[in-house]
């Protein structure tokens, strides 16, 4: 292992702080990471030296801007393993990805009577655009469940997937469970029936490698802010014979190369999918994100959150009434539990005052929850900036609040 994980830290100063007068530890970064120092430092740069709009040409500092904006995209395609620059797209996030897709794919590919098959453990994010959808093309939705240890069970896409069957929208990782799915095995089966896939790698970018082509992704989701990057900036990779194939999702400059009141022609990849001022600033820093991601060796990253995980949680099954929702092997650093007999809001709000950061509640993830009969619940999330000793903070506050309200 070559991670130095106290000299990673340090490109993260907002973990060295106190909050209540307790060293803070922050178990929330599936909801949003920290940002490395080099994203804010060139978020300040842009702003102080040469910032201007993009892609207008119009001077020093709007080409300045324009070169380094296009030269993220670049970034991000290598990042992905992309075949072209032209099959990313830049988006707010990975709400927008989705919603994009679900719309201009709709409209392309989707008629009435046809299905899309959502995983059961999918985010919000990937429900409810497929919905809207469906609904609109007069379309249905067809859910691919998971078993109790949070398995998805990939052997009903046989049954489940029928010559309607257009696109199966999945997550590389759960938000909740922390599977991490066989997306590889589950695209290959897609498309020996025809079917394309959606992958939603917003909890995954940061701490699997992902190779698109290898993974033959018909589209591939993911979020900045999840990456140590900034928020307001996602992506879409999309394969470019069906981006091609698809209309605009939003209208305006930029995505046009033409317009007169009689007609207007598009723009061609990946613009005209990138309607009006973009989040310039944020794609720029996002672009260091990229950068300190790539400085770090992948999977020296998922073996040491991945340690983290098991660490954790043979600590946590050491707690009386302790019940951890995902317990599969192969899975990412994300523990959603509850405590019998403890609520969760009391637990959050009380692990808060003792320093240490968590997210509680239903997790976007209503099915989810409903699997396991939880009204909410209490998750802990890892990332490479993580240690063994707050993982000791962890379970030791925690112990002290079993102990007080049970
Ligand atoms: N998909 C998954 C798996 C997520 O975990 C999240 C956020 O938590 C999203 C989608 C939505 O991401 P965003 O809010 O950045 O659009």
Not at 97 to 125: K, Q, T
Not at 357 to 381: E, K, N
Request: charged share 20%; net charge negative; proline share 3%.
């Amino acid at each position: 292992m070559t991670l130095d994980i106290a000299r990673i830290r340090k490109d993260f100063p907002i973990l060295d702080q106190q909050v209540y007068n307790k060293p803070l530890v922050y178990l929330d970064s599936a909801a949003s990471s920290q940002k490395a120092l080099s994203v804010l430092k060139k978020e300040e740069q842009l702003h102080l030296e040469y910032y201007g709009n993009i892609h207008r040409g119009a001077h020093f500092m709007a080409d300045q801007a324009t070169n380094d904006f296009e030269a993220v995209r670049d970034l991000t395609k290598d990042l992905l393993g992309a075949n072209s620059r032209e099959e990313i797209i830049f988006t707010k996030g990975t709400t927008e990805s989705i919603n994009l897709v679900a719309f201009s794919f709709g409209e392309a590919f989707v008629n009435a009577g046809d299905e899309i098959i959502v995983s059961e453990m999918e985010h919000h994010a990937n429900i409810v655009p497929w919905q809207l959808m469906a609904a609109r093309k007069g379309a249905k939705i067809v859910v691919l469940p998971f078993d109790d240890h949070g398995r998805l069970e990939i052997e009903k896409l046989d049954e489940l997937m029928t010559s309607k069957t257009k696109l199966i929208a999945v997550a590389h990782v759960a938000n909740t469970l922390g599977t991490i799915n066989p997306v590889k095995q589950i695209i290959a089966k897609a498309h020996q029936a025809g079917v394309k896939v959606l992958v939603d790698g917003a909890q995954a970018i940061s701490h699997l490698k992902v190779d698109v082509q290898d993974l033959d992704a018909d589209f591939y989701v993911f979020s900045a802010h999840k990456m140590y990057g900034p928020n307001g900036v996602g992506v879409l990779y999309g394969k470019k014979e069906l981006l091609n194939q698809m209309p605009p999702y939003q209208s305006g400059g930029e995505m046009i190369s033409e317009v007169t009141f009689q007609k207007t022609s598009f723009n061609e990849l990946p613009y005209k999918f990138e309607a009006g001022t973009p989040n310039i600033t944020g794609v720029i820093a996002f672009g260091e994100a990229i950068r300190y991601l790539q400085s770090l060796a992948m999977d020296e990253v998922a073996a040491y959150e991945h340690q983290l995980l098991e660490y954790a949680t043979q600590k946590m099954n050491e707690i009386p009434g302790m019940l951890i929702f995902g317990t599969q092997k192969e899975k990412s650093g994300v523990i959603t539990f509850n405590i019998e007999g403890i609520h969760p809001f009391d637990l959050g709000t009380m692990l808060d005052k003792m320093g240490i950061a968590v997210r509680t509640g239903r997790l976007c993830a209503d099915p989810v929850m409903d699997h396991f009969q939880q009204p909410a619940t209490i998750r802990v999330s890892f990332a490479v900036y993580n240690t063994l000793e707050e993982i000791d903070q962890f379970i030791e506050a925690l112990k002290k609040l079993v102990a007080m309200l049970s």
